[in-house]
């Protein structure tokens, strides 16, 4: 476990396999929400929070109760139970603690439990730093890290994307390519230009 792991693993989540960009998961709210910067930033604040919380989680699910009782099959759906579960949970604590917070992500947090995102982080954790069913050295912190890092990388490309919709509210489209038609131009533009940090492969 050192500093270069993790600096592989920050440039890794964050631009060469940026979560919505180059994996393409949780592409719903990042076509339907990212009109709006404000609105981009606590959905994404949110998913960063559920992320690294369900990353914690799920590996010590993995760890010491799939694992042990050779119940590794069942782990996409004790992942989703967990997401679900811990989602609801989050809700509950951030709306009796913090009434102001649970009103600025508003529905956007209950959205998280079926954002696919999540799911994927949680499963790419346990395929990355776990081999032959025993977790590698540092396992534990690489799950948690790339849980943070893949949720700045989420963050990323929604403020981006919001960003350049925000702008384009000021121009002249096309009837016909307004809203969605030009959304998935500008996503697909995107995806287009973070593939050039995994460089050309042929």
Known sequence: MNIQEFLTIFISSVF???VILSRFLGLCPFVAISKNTKQA???????????TASCIVTWLIYRFLLLPFNLAYLR?????????????????????ASPVLY???GIYLTLITTNCAVLGAAVLNIDMFFVDGK?????FYYAVFQGVCM???YTLAMLLMSGIRERLELCNVPRALKDFPLAFIIASV???SFMGFSGFKF
């Open 41 to 51: 930033l606590a959905m994404s604040a949110a998913v960063t929070v559920v992320i």
């Open 76 to 96: 996409t759906l004790a992942f989703v139970l967990v997401i679900a579960a811990l989602v609801q949970f989050i809700e509950m604590v951030i709306r009796k």
């Open 151 to 153: 949720g700045l990388g």
């Open 135 to 139: 977790p590698v050295t540092g396992s």
């Open 103 to 105: 009103r600025a992500f």
């Open 190 to 192: 995107l995806s287009l």
């Open 16 to 18: 060469i396999y940026n």
